[in-house]
């Protein structure tokens, strides 16, 4: 039995089958589909024969794996005892062929992606990749689970104009099943975004016009509805393949609602209600129905997309019952709705966690036996592609940030120099937007050893959802910044100066519900990309001088002093003086995380000059030189003396014209060649 079960191995490191030490033969599918599939199969050809059938992967396939292992154990345990010097010898040798073949293996190109991948966003033990290769080739044209076809990977090929959907990534039984390549933005996502920085202005706008409590509720509704738009499109990218004519035309029929979105915006608590929710429930339901389609053509994902599907169309109706509610009475429909939609995911993944973790096997109960049943529907369901979700991400924050800027741009009618107090504060305001982008995009992702998402599911959603009242916070900061950088408050800042319609939009004096928005917004956005930062695991640095909870620390505490600003009375705090104000605590803000993350052995302020960081600055340089030249040169670094290389090619040139010397990289002349 022993020789059997040996043999029968093979070549391949993947097994597709081999024998169990009890004579029982395991087939391992790659895929549920191929599973039901090899097992219809081998019923009808080895109807007499005992198998096994598991899913690659599966707690099963682990277990006979064991007990395989087991075995040899045993079988290697008795060729020790009985043969020890020649198996000392043997087992030598293998350590050395396994260690050669690892390095191979990561010297090669099987890796490079995940390795990069592992790189930036982290190590995962629960990460595996789905390789076209393991898919048999009767079932890798029907399988919903794999990476995409090489001919859909070539451009101009395979276009159709509607196809099965493909699921880019998925979770199963505790393990993340993705592809080796990472997930790429597509241009028409970046044509969304860009279209994004006009609803931000719409809403924005909106809510500095009049800076009231009811105003700033209509604000973080409305900012939530379009953030869900947002969240929906990325979703149905991420999950899932949208390589056909008919998604492309989903993706634009989005776009238009989006735009119906925006344009009924500026009065959607008074006239525009229902144009709004009938433009913001045409994406939802659609969304809605592409769930639907989903889960009639991908059965292994049937349970989470129909659960996906049904939220949306109850919302739906909460939606539409709003309409015929009067204001302020349909906030009591609106608030919940708005909260579901945002939150509704994070429930549906819960029961889904809750299904696959359910353990049934020593339960007896009718109830039992119906979450039995259940749970199968939700043994897998799509999960986040971490390189396209971040770049996504990332490519929102970069353009909220913009807005910021663009908020602040004006045009003066006369000469206008820089002792121009309205130029001063848009100064200040460039500067501050700066700052944040400095703190999020670079000091924020320091030393960052595992990002949230990978980290753990809680973390994941901290991350996720911990960017909307960032996003919401900064956007209304920069909304009232607008309004603060024109108001002619303090003196050298002339209204007559500015060109029309500027000139009418600046005010004699800054609101104080208009201070409460900038400052605010600030707090809140300094506070949550704290609360953003603590999600991440990073590199703890022994050397550093702050440690990462220090320089969180004080952001907060910067964070709350400028959410006290708004008490001081208008007169004794002028804009100027305002923006001033919050300015100089955010620069504080940043440089307290540089001279955080500087290494104390280190001098901060002019170490990059000392003679040690001079002496660790190498210069490499390839040349062809003749034998007289390698002599002369090896002989003065042998004695001590500096050798320059512009006296190398003036020797040179002087005794010949042939001789050409080839630099691969340009040095100063003066630079000296020492041992």
Not at 400 to 413: D, E, K
Request: proline share 2%.
């Amino acid at each position: 039995m022993s020789e059997n079960v040996h043999s029968s191995l093979g070549l391949n490191s993947r097994w597709k089958q081999f024998r169990h030490p009890s004579g029982r033969r395991i087939h391992i599918a790659a895929t549920p589909e191929e599973h039901e599939k090899l097992k219809l199969e081998l019923t009808k050809s080895e109807p007499d024969l005992e198998f096994d059938l598991c899913i690659r992967g599966s707690p099963e396939h682990v277990q006979v794996i064991r007990e395989l292992k087991a075995h040899h154990e045993s079988r290697r345990a008795s060729i020790r005892e009985n043969h020890t010097e020649i198996y000392n010898d043997f087992e030598h040798i293998e350590s050395e062929l396994s260690a050669i073949a690892a390095e191979l293996d990561m010297l090669t190109d099987h890796h490079v992606t995940l390795d990069a991948n592992f790189s930036k966003f982290g190590y995962s033990a629960h990460l595996r990749t789905l390789d076209s290769e393991d898919q048999p080739a009767s079932s890798s044209g029907a399988s919903s689970f794999s990476e995409l076809s090489e001919a859909s990977k070539q451009p101009g090929m395979n276009v159709k104009f509607w196809k099965r959907p493909v699921v880019r990534q998925y979770f199963h039984k505790g393990l993340l099943w993705r592809s080796k390549a990472s997930g790429q933005v597509a241009s028409f996502e970046l044509f969304i975004d860009l279209l994004y920085v006009g609803v931000i202005e719409a809403i924005g706008h909106t809510a500095s016009e009049h800076a009231t409590s009811s105003a700033l509720l209509h604000y973080l509704i409305t900012y939530a509805m379009s953030a869900k738009m947002w969240a929906d499109i990325t979703n149905m990218t991420n999950w899932f393949e949208t390589g056909d004519i008919m998604q492309r035309l989903s993706i634009l029929f989005f776009l238009l609602c989006l735009l119906g979105f925006t344009v009924n915006i500026a009065n959607a608590f008074d006239t525009s209600y229902t144009a709004m929710v009938a433009f913001y429930l045409g994406e939802r339901l659609l969304q809605g129905v592409y769930f639907a389609w989903v889960a009639i053509w991908v059965p292994t994902v049937r349970g989470p997309m129909i659960c996906q599907s049904i939220s949306v169309f109850v919302i739906a109706a909460v939606w539409i019952g709003s309409i015929h509610v009067e204001y302020p009475a349909r906030l009591g429909l609106m608030i919940p709705a708005v909260l579901f939609d945002l939150f509704g995911s994070m429930g549906i993944a819960l029961v889904m966690r809750t299904f696959q973790q359910y353990n049934v096997s020593e339960a007896k109960t009718r109830f039992a036996q119906f979450m039995k049943r259940l749970s199968t529907h939700f043994e897998f369901y799509p999960a986040f592609n971490i390189e396209h979700r971040v770049e996504r991400n990332n490519t929102f924050i970069a353009l909220v940030f913009g807005y910021s800027v663009l908020a602040i741009l004006y045009q003066n009618r006369f000469s206008v120099f820089a002792s121009n107090a309205i130029f001063g504060k848009a100064c200040l305001s460039l500067i501050q937007a700066f700052c944040f982008n400095w703190m999020y995009f670079e000091i924020d992702l320091l030393n960052m050893n595992v990002h949230a998402i990978r980290r753990h599911y809680v973390s994941a959603w901290i991350w996720i959802f911990g960017h909307l009242p960032f996003i919401m916070g900064y956007t209304l900061s920069a909304t009232a910044m607008s309004k603060i950088v024109l108001a002619h408050d303090v003196s050298h800042a002339d209204e007559g100066s500015l060109e029309k319609p500027y000139n009418e939009e600046s005010v004699e004096y800054v609101e104080t519900g208009l201070r409460w928005f900038y400052c605010g917004g600030l707090c809140v956005a300094l506070i949550f990309s704290c609360i953003i930062s603590l999600s991440h695991i990073y590199t703890v640095k022994a050397d550093a001088r702050l440690t990462r909870e220090a320089r969180l620390v004080f952001r907060s505490g910067a964070a709350i002093c400028i959410l006290m600003l708004p008490l001081v009375s208008k007169e004794r705090l002028q804009s100027l003086a305002l923006v001033g104000i919050t300015c100089s605590i955010i620069i504080a803000c940043l440089i307290v995380d540089l001279y955080g993350l500087s290494n104390k052995d280190k001098d901060f302020w002019v170490g990059g000059f000392s003679q040690k960081e001079k002496q660790n600055t190498k210069y490499k340089a390839h040349c062809k030189l003749d034998e007289e030249h390698k002599i002369q040169i090896t002989e003065n670094l042998e004695k001590g003396h500096k050798t320059r290389i512009k006296d190398i090619l003036r020797k040179s040139s002087g005794k010949s014209s042939s001789r050409v010397f080839h630099w691969t990289d340009h040095h100063n002349a003066d630079t000296h060649l020492a041992a």
